[in-house]
């Protein structure tokens, strides 16, 4: 068996083993090789000592920032690869540190300390595949399976448990029967890790084609790290627009989003706020009255909690916040001013995903955003006027005719506002017109000085 190693990494198990020491790619890049998907990077481990390592590299950049858990950083032609010395580690009184580490001159025994029986097997050209714990039958079945005794594993790290869900979105894979088990009676040390590892996985979790299947099988672990998602299991939307309770509803508008981390977010939070606002109508029929004002905040606190970046978490709170409101071609510039060309067609994408969720008779939406869009884009294409700076005048012009201080501010809004309706068109001749206009039968609504 021959593996398509990237040229770094066969540089440095070459560098390695000419050294006198036994190292080998290790983990992640392993499992995707093997599947035939290209690996993200490259993880090395060895038998030499993490100053060995670092004696072996001296001519290359080195970070030792993983230094005191025996990995050695080695830039090699411009890719950071790992390097880890062979381990053993005992004990986790966090679920996240082992209490001891000792390094160790055997790769069964550093497997032995791996996640996932996919994730435990080593390559190096030449010797081949080293597999101690039945990885590529896994690999072939489909499945994710516990190194050793799952509890154990868990108990070593809690992230495992949402890595497990994580490989089972990305990868399709079904978790094993005692994992699982052990991941539902490991669960409450979900609530002592960090907001970002918990965020880092459940990004890569979102983004994945088995997403959906994820939220609907595990809405109990999910549910740990974000409780915003219990209160929608198993929620009777009562409204003839719904085919699905509320969480299933969730799922499948998660499923048509595309795989971006901004748009899966806004999709999973974006009825979280429905449980608060159901109310029952005269005629039987379930409403959520403000439920797009309540998601929103809702969200804001999730995210806060799992400290997503400012930028992101605004984004996704600004979606939600308007994913129920009506888009309609006459106000397709008003929509572009106050969203922006980007948001705006995340706006679109998240309402198309919503209704694609809903009962089948109330899918014909769908084909009005599909119009919506594709009259925007041509708008776009006629570089209109969606801003400011985009107006055919500007402060100066206005000074000219007299205007001063918030005035100006003032009189351009006022402008911008008109083109935004289709009522003035922006011409430089008929701005100015305008102006002239409005004035001379507004004089009193000139700014004193």
């Not at 490259?42 to 001519?59: I, M, N, Y």
């Not at 005191?68 to 009184?93: C, D, F, K, Q, W």
């Not at 309609?328 to 980007?342: D, Q, V």
Request: charged residues 25%; hydrophobic residues 40%.
């Amino acid at each position: 068996m021959k593996l398509p190693l990237a040229p770094q990494a066969e540089t440095a198990l070459g560098i390695l083993q000419g050294a006198g020491y036994e190292a080998w790619i290790v983990g992640g890049c392993v499992r995707d090789l093997l599947l035939g998907r290209t690996p993200e990077d490259f993880d090395l481990c060895t038998a030499a000592r993490p100053e060995e390592v670092k004696d072996v590299f001296a001519g290359h950049r080195i970070v030792e920032t993983g230094l005191r858990h025996g990995t050695v950083t080695v830039l090699v032609e411009g890719m950071p690869l790992e390097i880890t010395t062979y381990r053993v580690e005992s004990g986790s009184a966090d679920a996240r540190h082992p209490d001891q580490l000792r390094f160790t001159h055997s790769l069964r025994e550093d497997a032995a300390r791996r996640d996932f029986t996919v994730n435990a097997m080593a390559y190096a050209p030449g010797r081949g595949l080293q597999d101690f714990y039945g990885g590529q039958g896994d690999l072939k079945k489909g499945l994710l399976r516990c190194v050793g005794e799952p509890d154990r594993r868990f108990q070593e790290d809690a992230l495992r448990i949402l890595r497990a869900l994580r490989f089972s979105a990305t990868l399709g894979f079904a978790i094993e029967g005692e994992t699982l088990a052990a991941a539902r009676r490991q669960k409450g040390l979900l609530v002592g890790l960090s907001a970002e590892r918990v965020a880092g996985e459940l990004g890569k979790l979102l983004v994945g084609q088995g997403a959906k299947g994820v939220l609907l099988d595990y809405p109990d672990l999910l549910g740990v790290v974000l409780p915003e998602l219990l209160p929608m299991v198993g929620l009777d939307q009562r409204n003839v627009h719904h085919c699905y309770d509320l969480l299933t509803h969730t799922a499948v508008a998660v499923d048509h989003t595309p795989p971006q981390i901004a748009l899966r977010l806004a999709a999973l939070f974006h009825d979280c706020g429905k449980p608060a606002c159901f109310s029952l109508g005269e005629d039987g029929q379930g409403h959520f009255y403000g439920h797009a004002r309540e998601s929103a905040a809702l969200a804001e606190t999730a995210l806060r909690r799992l400290r997503c970046p400012n930028k992101l978490r605004e984004r996704v709170v600004k979606l939600i916040r308007y994913h129920d409101s009506p888009v309609e071609e006459k106000f397709l510039r008003r929509w572009l001013n106050r969203l922006g060309e980007e948001d705006f067609f995340a706006l679109l994408a998240l309402q198309r995903a919503d209704s694609l969720a809903l009962a089948p008779a109330y899918r014909g939406r769908v084909e009005a955003l599909d119009g919506i869009e594709a009259q925007a884009r041509k708008l776009l294409q006629e570089t209109p006027c969606l801003t400011l700076r985009d107006l055919a005048v500007n402060g100066r012009d206005l000074m000219a005719l007299g205007l001063e201080g918030r005035a100006i501010g003032a009189a351009l809004d006022r402008l911008l506002t008109a083109v935004l309706a289709g009522s003035l068109s922006n011409e430089r001749a008929a701005l100015l017109q305008n102006l002239t206009d409005f004035d001379a039968k507004n004089p009193d609504k000139k700014e004193k000085k």
